[in-house]
């Protein structure tokens, strides 16, 4: 299999070394980026954005917010499959739909950075095939957990996994005095981990999320509500949220 990367990333690095190809070309507007993620991959070469060459499969991962037209410039590249890695479904289905017609199409989305996987790695298969199932393969046989759902039920599902965790737990880093860890509770260590996890992350990326789904407002509202409890009401409180679990 033939793949070129548009987008040299992290992620973009991460679906080259896992997605079964027996090639790989990458392509990225800082062509540096392009070319150190090459030099990480046997025989991997770099190509412009521009280049009329073609290939098997085209995987889009760059921003979510620059997926769609990513998708307009780059599908016709593709003689079998469009992939893309963005993180977003919506707007990527729609515009796989629309530009990449009479190819498969799929959208994938690794729930982890790069330097923790495998994990778990929802998709929508808007257009199935053999190539799809051969890089659904690949990645279920680098330890990873593929599931199929849908975009509706994948975007409401970051609301709450993306939007809202990532408030929370930045909320509480800014909140937070530091503390000798020997203090530190069975609940405040671990969220001590998720800030240091978090923040070692791009800030860009998060921005992009909490800008692309809906949540943090509601995260803002319950924490408000907590603050201005009375005793009862924070016990009832206590208590519905442990109902829902």
Same mark, same amino acid.
């Given at each position: ?31 540096? !980026?392009?070319? *150190? ?7 991997? #070469? #770099? ?17 979510? #917010? ?21 993180? $977003? ?11 990449? $017609? ?26 199935? %095939? ?12 680098? %330890? *990873?957990? !593929? ?31 530091? !503390? ?21 992350? #791009? ?43």
């Amino acid at each position: 299999m033939q793949l070129l990367v548009v987008g040299a990333g992290e992620m973009g690095r991460w679906f080259a070394r896992h997605s079964g190809a027996d090639s790989v070309a990458f392509a990225d507007r800082d062509h540096t !980026v392009a070319r *150190n993620a090459a030099a990480e991959h046997d025989d991997a #070469t #770099t190509v412009p954005l521009d280049t009329d060459e073609r290939f098997e499969v085209v995987c889009i991962a760059v921003p979510m #917010t620059a997926v769609p037209e990513a998708i307009a410039d780059h599908a016709e590249k593709a003689t079998e499959a469009v992939v893309d890695v963005s993180g $977003e479904m919506r707007d990527s289905v729609a515009a796989l739909a629309d530009h990449a $017609e009479g190819r498969e199409r799929a959208s994938f989305h690794p729930l982890f950075s790069a330097s923790n996987a495998p994990g778990n790695v929802p998709v929508v298969v808007d257009r199935d %095939g053999p190539t799809i199932e051969t890089i659904r393969d690949s990645l279920s046989a680098a %330890g *990873n957990e !593929v599931f199929e759902t849908t975009p509706a039920e994948h975007d409401r599902a970051m609301e709450t996994v993306q939007a809202k965790a990532h408030t929370a737990v930045l909320a509480y880093a800014l909140a937070a005095d530091d !503390v000798d860890p020997r203090f530190h509770t069975t609940l405040s260590a671990p969220l001590e981990e998720l800030v240091e996890q978090m923040v070692d992350g #791009t800030p860009e990326v998060y921005a992009e999320i909490q800008e692309r789904f809906a949540g943090r407002e509601a995260v803002a509202e319950a924490a408000r509500e907590l603050a201005d409890a009375d005793r009862e009401t924070f016990v009832d409180r206590y208590e519905e949220a442990g109902e829902d679990r």
